[in-house]
Nanobody
Framework: QLKLVASGGDAVQPGESLRLSCAAS????????MGWYRQAPGNQRDLVATITSGGSTSYADSVKGRFTISRDNAKNTVYLQMNSLKPADTAVYYC????????????????WGQGTQVTVSS
């Protein structure tokens, strides 16, 4: 059974930091790109950051310089270090993974984890 479990969300004050984690488990060969998205109430789900299997990263302009995405391939885990948090960062954060199901990378599954709530408020 495939699982993508996110954790680390919390309620913090502006300027504080949080680290989100998302671990994948189940029957897959490896993982391609991984990413974090967020969705605030009444808004669409937006891309926050992505990281390829080789470690190349990209970020939404709103989080550049404050957030850092990383991954531990041995643990099938992606992280999001969030510093200098702002009220505008309040949202449910979702992780996403490109799960590779065969060694030729021909069968893949775009998989979503459950969300974790981040609330930034004074």
């Amino acid at each position: 059974q495939l699982k993508l479990v996110a954790s680390g969300g919390d309620a913090v004050q502006p300027g504080e930091s949080l680290r989100l984690s998302c671990a994948a488990s189940g029957s897959f060969v490896t993982i391609g790109a991984m990413g974090w998205y967020r969705q605030a109430p009444g808004n669409q789900r937006d891309l926050v950051a992505t990281i390829t299997s080789g470690g190349s990263t990209s970020y939404a302009d709103s989080v550049k310089g404050r957030f850092t995405i990383s991954r531990d391939n041995a643990k099938n885990t992606v992280y999001l270090q969030m510093n200098s948090l702002k009220p505008a960062d309040t949202a449910v954060y979702y992780c996403n993974a490109d799960l590779i199901l065969d060694h030729m990378w021909t069968r893949r599954l775009d998989y979503w984890g459950q969300g974790t709530q981040v609330t930034v408020s004074s």
